[in-house]
């Protein structure tokens, strides 16, 4: 089946820095999504995209939808504590709801203060 | 809040008892989901539905049964507990436009003993 693929498992950074995670598949998505974790919570929606090539942000978040509709990332900026949590990308092939998400394994973020 | 809850939060049982997790609704989504989270393993779709009494296996579905009999309630039943089935739970939903992703719930911590 469709595969989400995002490495590295963990990522570590020190507060104030900026971050960047990169999502890929092998075949394409016509929704790319962004999802964050808190322990002990279910995922929560970040930001959501709709068309190859768009770029859109969320306050220090800002995603891209990437032009070949095979990966997306996403940037946060200025990284604070309370930024750490699971980062999960999800995509739809298709449009409409019956087309369910594919998600990927995530990727863990930890801000050193 | 995003209308959705789960019952109970935690729950420890013994191998070889049911268990059934509650997913409740009242943002009148016609999809409901029901997610494994494991280290490593991200989220897993056990089972899904696109409205009351329709149903559809996941891709780890094997020891699940799912059912709704109302759109608001999407029931999980691990007909007999095991050990392998210790996970953390979680149920989404989304309305028929599905454009903007997956909202979750809090998420149910299982451990079989």
């Known amino acids: 089946g469709q595969q989400l693929n995002q490495s590295p498992q963990s990522m570590f950074i020190q507060e104030g820095e900026d971050v960047s995670m990169n999502c890929t598949s092998s075949?394409?998505?016509?929704?790319w999504l962004w999802y964050k974790q808190d322990p002990g919570e279910g995922p929560v929606l970040l930001i959501a995209l709709y068309k190859a090539g768009e770029l859109t942000s969320n306050g220090r978040l800002t995603a891209q939808f990437g032009i070949t509709r095979k990966d997306s990332f996403l940037n946060i900026s200025a990284s604070i504590p309370s930024d750490v949590g699971i980062y999960f990308c999800?995509?739809?092939?298709?449009?409409?709801?019956?087309?369910?998400?594919?998600f990927g394994k995530g990727i863990t973020l930890s801000v050193r203060p | 809040d995003a209308g959705i809850t789960q019952s109970p939060r935690h729950k420890v049982t013994e191998t070889g008892t049911p268990v059934t997790l509650r997913c409740h609704q009242t943002?009148?989504?016609?999809?409901m989901y029901w997610y494994r989270q494991d280290p490593g393993h991200g989220l897993r779709l056990i089972h899904y539905?696109?409205?009351?009494?329709?149903?559809d296996k996941g891709e780890v579905s094997d020891g699940y049964s799912v059912s709704r009999s109302k759109t608001e309630d999407f029931l999980l039943t691990l007909e007999s507990a095991t050990s392998s089935q210790t996970s953390v739970y979680f149920c989404a939903i989304t309305g028929s436009t599905g454009d903007y992703g997956y909202t979750f719930g809090s998420g149910t911590r299982l451990t079989v003993v």
């Open positions: 943002e009148n989504h016609r999809y």
């Open positions: 075949s394409i998505f016509n929704t």
């Open positions: 999800a995509g739809r092939p298709n449009t409409g709801a019956n087309s369910k998400l594919t």
């Open positions: 539905s696109y409205g009351v009494k329709d149903t």
